[in-house]
């Protein structure tokens, strides 16, 4: 190994004693008068060597969750055919909850792909005043310290989701809640009208005017919309009517919508089908 003085050292420029420092396997970084003395002295600035890090356990894979249903259907000797069934009624169920987020999705899709209006999935980082209108904003978050701002109750942890925001070219707001079906009378019923209560007292802080409307999609009219809950300031709306404010026309939008819920449809009796097959062997 070649010695050097510190004289000879010093002369070197720092790149070349960056070299020298990574040959003695000492760090290469710092100061001149550091690297010089890590050169002079490397067996007391040897980089620690890491320690191989240890292989990680394989995880045990899941046991596969009994559904909720099993036990209604379990007599003590049918093992196969009650896990059939209570898993058959659990994806079902889970379908059914799953549908209302699918229409919010194929409005928004549609919307997107037929109207003339602007269209945003999420409120821009600036706000309403980064954006073109008229425009739809799908999914728009308000956070709860906007609410706080102004002295709003706010009772989700971190934002509120509202399915649709539709401002248009004079700046007018309609905040809007979709519901797949006909029925508006959940337990979370009231807490949605608070929350849509909530966020149009926001925007009109905000110097907007703005209404707020529930939409239940399967309604053809306005009789047809089970209401369990006091509504306050917000309004009930048909889908028609809510396509015509975001630039479609109402009828071609709902068979377009209507599509894609029959095709799904077609999806679940197929599953249906095979569940029928299935248990047919068992029974």
Do not use: W
Not at 76 to 91: C, P, Q, V, Y
Not at 225 to 243: D, Q
Request: net charge positive.
């Amino acid at each position: 190994m070649t010695t050097y003085t510190k004289e000879q050292l010093i002369k070197l420029k720092v790149p070349d004693l960056k070299v020298k420092c990574k040959e003695l396997n000492v760090l290469a970084h710092g100061k001149k008068s550091l690297l010089v003395e890590r050169i002079l002295n490397p067996e007391e600035h040897q980089k620690k060597t890491k320690k191989p890090k240890k292989p990680k356990k394989p995880k045990k894979p899941k046991k596969p969750k009994k559904s909720s249903y099993y036990a209604q259907y379990y007599t003590g000797e049918n093992h196969e055919m009650a896990e059939l069934i209570g898993n058959f009624l659990t994806g079902n169920h889970s379908d059914k909850i799953k549908a209302g987020n699918k229409l919010e999705d194929d409005v928004a899709a549609d919307i997107k792909q037929h109207s003339a209006f602007n269209f945003y999935h999420g409120l821009p980082d600036g706000g309403f005043t980064s954006i073109n209108v008229p425009c739809v904003i799908a999914k728009c978050k308000f956070s709860k310290s906007e609410y706080e701002k102004y002295g709003l109750s706010c009772k989700n942890k971190k934002a509120v989701e509202v399915d649709l925001v539709i401002i248009d070219a004079s700046n007018t707001v309609i905040l809007c809640e979709l519901k797949n079906g006909c029925d508006f009378d959940t337990k979370k019923s009231k807490g949605e009208v608070q929350s849509l209560e909530a966020t149009k007292a926001l925007c009109e802080n905000k110097g907007y005017t703005t209404s707020c409307c529930i939409v239940c999609y399967d309604a053809m009219d306005l009789t047809d919309m089970k209401l369990k809950t006091t509504m306050g300031e917000v309004k009930t709306m048909l889908y028609g009517e809510l396509a015509e404010k975001c630039g479609l026309n109402g009828a071609e939008s709902r068979e377009r919508i209507n599509k894609k819920i029959q095709q799904r449809a077609k999806e679940n009796l197929n599953k249906l089908k095979n569940f029928i097959s299935s248990i047919s062997n068992l029974l």
